[in-house]
């Protein structure tokens, strides 16, 4: 079993730890080992892959900015420090991404932004954007808001999201600890690291356990549960050490670490989910053209809807219908129901006359379409 090249990766995700980012001791952020760090993902951007960066570390920051002192902190603290630190940890990013001529942009998220369809779309959306305009997105769970019952917690899991909701081919979780164990290695001379996990089966699972260090929140549970997210979303997954200087190139170099791999990617997995739903909750009927473009692999434009039917909402499964009735396929409607009626049959440059806002050109995406037969 070989495991993934970085060379195929188009799109890498990773996620950095508070303890990698704050000195615990002094309670500062580590300055030089962030410099190379971002000279490892300046190396991925100018290679032409996309990175996005998840980074965890406000809360550790603002605690120290602010003084509090040692011990568990209230979730309104941790709110509080949040608030602080969030400020300081972003501007770190930019700065030590600047120097490379890098551009980025803060997204902070809620587990409802990941979890809910509209706001789903809409972070996926502002992702694209930012990789589109080759700037580097640094996300981070937007603590400040999230209450206990909808928060992530951990920036492992939502890494993960991150990662399958912008169709990321890699996901990287930098650590504390250099990879899968089958046993605690603290304590057991006979542990051995797994270079490649090709399945989460429930032994895996066992070997977690559930460790976590005083920063990060994580422990190897949640790297677990990160690692099902993505692989079943067709995201490669890799825990690696952090606490080297280049802790990237490290991997590329073939240094330790542990690959979650999956026999599928992103767009794949989500075509394959759009294809099993079961009640789709309406349909485009299309022209002749566009039922040509849809079966050539096209995108779906307004321009070629001729027809309406039912009641879903952006994000929804609909079908694609051709004028003789067939279904050609199904896919994720970009606009709902209304919004569909009024741009049906005009030119995608009209849509922000008619709508007000201006939305994608596609009424259904290439890459959130399945086609009927395949
Ligand atoms: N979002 C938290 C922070 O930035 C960290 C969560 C985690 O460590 O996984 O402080």
New binding site residues.
Partial sequence: MTTPSFRDFRRITIKV??SLLVDSAQGKLKQDWLAALCADIAALHHSGADVIVV??????LGRSILKLPKGALKLEESQGA?AV?QIA?AKSWADALGDHSITTGQILLTLWDTEERRNYLNARETLTRLLEWRAIPVV??N?TVATSEIRY????RLAARVATMASADCLVLLSDVDGLYTAPPQSDPNAILLPIVPRITAEIEAMAGGAASE????GMRTKIEAAKIATLGGTQMVIADGRVMNPIKRIIDGGRCTWFTTPTNPVASRKKWIAGVLEPKGALHVDDGAARAIRDGKSLLPAGVKNVEGTFERGDVVLLRAPDGEEIGRGLAAYDAAEAQMIAGRSSRDIEAILGFAGGAAMVHRDDMTLSGH
């Avoid at 920063?215 to 994580?218: K, M």
Wanted: aromatic fraction near 0%.
């Fill in positions: 730890g508070s980074s965890s570390g406000a809360i550790a949040a630190g940890l981070n769970e603590d917690g951990d920036n492992d920063l990060s929140r994580g």
